[in-house]
């Protein structure tokens, strides 16, 4: 019975120490994850809101610096993330960090224009699975 009601706990709300964090997290890992979104608003500039900002540079900041999710996820463990959630950032931690130190500070397009940003959406797109049945608390409801 306890087992049970821990899951329950986990996937009914956020468990972690800074929430709004892991909301942060998740939103940088969601705009990684998103191709069409990427060429939309980082390359395009077709913003919601005038006001609106978003781009790689900004994702970034908010995964390596911000969240600290980026480039090791193991020390933010309970505090941002869950434990299970730890290998698949790795792995987006791992490609993402390698593109960044070879093409360093360049636009966003330059970025989407290298055949190896697929394995950085590929890797993205894998780290917001394992991170989605919690992220907000509705998507656990609505399954």
């Known amino acids: 019975m306890s087992h ?11 468990p972690v120490r800074f ?16 191709r069409a979104y990427q060429d939309r608003v ?8 005038p006001t609106f900002m978003d781009g790689l540079d900004l ?11 980026l480039p090791d ?4 463990v309970g505090v941002v993330i869950h434990a299970d959630e730890v290998e698949s950032l790795q792995a987006l ?16 397009a330059d970025y989407l224009a290298d055949p190896r940003w697929a394995q950085v959406v590929d890797a993205a797109v894998a780290a917001l699975a394992a991170m989605s049945p919690r992220a907000g608390g509705e998507a656990a409801g609505a399954r």
Request: a negative charge; proline letters at 8%.
């Open 73 to 76: 996820p193991t020390p933010v």
């Open 42 to 49: 980082w390359i395009r500039r077709e913003l919601p809101t």
């Open 93 to 108: 931690g791992d490609v993402l960090a390698l593109l960044i130190d070879d093409l360093g500070d360049v636009p966003d």
């Open 19 to 34: 929430p709004e964090m892991r909301a942060e997290a998740v939103g940088a890992v969601r705009a990684l994850s998103d």
């Open 59 to 69: 994702n970034v900041h908010i995964l390596f610096d911000d969240t600290r999710v």
């Open 4 to 14: 049970s009601s821990h899951h329950e706990g986990r996937q009914g709300g956020s």
